[in-house]
């Protein structure tokens, strides 16, 4: 793991359940780059991340879940929209790891999508609960913790997204990595990484880890969320939290204070709202199907390339070196449980939702 290279006094010392196969790789988008004229366009692809799930999550879950495991809990609390990718995440991963997933879930737009996601969940055993705001969601989850707590088997509480101080470690290792294909030649430094920007540990994970690396690449967090969208300030805390973090453990790792200079929260590519399409994503998501045979989602990556793509013809970005950070996975979480459950299979409220939003 980059971390340890470059920290050797955090080996051994980091609780984590290995899910990742690293390092993802880095290659030009040539293709695509041509097409909408962007001359120096790279990927990273953290789409393939991990055997068992890609994207952005097992970076951080693996932290996270490495933290429950040395604290002897048996099962996670998470929470998500119906269709959070970080929830299915954490439900196949606890999964592997030996623990019980309960997951709390809030409204967001229905398509095939989300529905899909909904009938993974319940087919790789996930407890199911529904709430359609966010303080019910809250009281939910006070009452599964209680619960739990009763039965005695306290859950791991994992925030929304996997952001925590904890979580966002791996995200520090991802920057770190990026920086030694740098100085292997595998790419040039970017000037500028486009991020989706959701609950914001990977963000924050990366503008700690550029500043650990040296790097002067900035982070560009495109926000596809309107559910406690983070702020500069608040991605700037994370990051200082993840590195009192690490230092507790090495106390040899720098004291750096990342500069808020070098992040940037870009809006104005919501659309309607959380999880709702926007056409210039559905436009980006063919586009880099297209020219470079990579599939992306229209909830968080394809609006991240959309933002890109829209901010390279004009400054700062212009004629720099774009590079797209891919946090969507390639791995098809449906091989892993054959048939998926019909919406009939699922806990009643859920049910009763989908078969309404249907008609």
Request: hydrophobic share 45%; with cysteine.
């Amino acid at each position: 793991m980059a971390l340890e290279r470059r920290f050797p006094g955090l080996a051994g010392r980091l609780d984590r359940f290995p899910l990742t196969e690293l390092p993802t790789p880095v290659h030009p988008l040539r293709d695509l780059g041509r097409m909408v004229g962007i001359e120096r366009l790279w990927v990273k692809r953290d789409d393939q991340s991990g055997r068992l799930y890609g994207g952005n999550k097992p970076r951080k879950l693996e932290f996270l879940l490495g933290a429950a495991l040395h604290r002897e809990r048996r099962a996670v609390l998470t929470f998500g929209a119906l269709g959070s990718h970080h929830a299915l995440a954490t439900t196949i991963a606890a999964r592997a790891a030996g623990l019980r997933a309960i997951l709390v879930l809030i409204p967001q737009p229905i398509t095939k999508h989300v529905r899909r996601t909904l009938l993974l969940d319940h087919a790789y055993g996930a407890e199911l609960h529904y709430a359609p705001t966010l303080p019910r969601a809250a009281a939910a989850a006070l009452r599964l913790v209680a619960r739990e707590t009763l039965r005695g088997t306290p859950p791991a509480v994992i925030p929304v997204g996997g952001t925590s101080a904890i979580g966002a470690i791996g995200y520090v290792s991802a920057a770190l990595e990026l920086a030694e294909q740098v100085r292997a030649g595998d790419l040039p430094e970017p000037d500028a990484i486009f991020v989706p920007l959701g609950s914001g540990g990977t963000a924050a994970g990366l503008f700690l880890g550029l500043a650990l690396a040296g790097m002067r690449s900035r982070v560009v967090g495109v926000l596809v969320t309107d559910i406690l969208p983070p702020t500069t300030a608040r991605l700037v805390r994370l990051a200082r939290a993840s590195l009192r973090a690490l230092r507790r453990l090495a106390p040899e790792i720098p004291r750096v204070i990342p500069s808020a200079e070098r992040l940037t929260v870009l809006t104005g590519h919501l659309g309607r709202c959380y999880g709702a399409p926007t056409p210039a994503a559905e436009v980006a998501a063919r586009l880099i199907e297209k020219y470079e045979g990579i599939r992306l989602e229209t909830t968080y990556t394809a609006k991240c390339l959309a933002a890109l793509l829209e901010a390279a013809g004009q400054p700062p970005y212009r004629d720099q070196t774009l590079l797209f950070w891919n946090t969507y996975s390639s791995v098809d979480p449906a091989a892993g449980v054959g048939v998926l459950p019909d919406t009939n299979d699922l806990p009643h409220p859920l049910r009763r939702l989908l078969t309404a939003l249907a008609r």
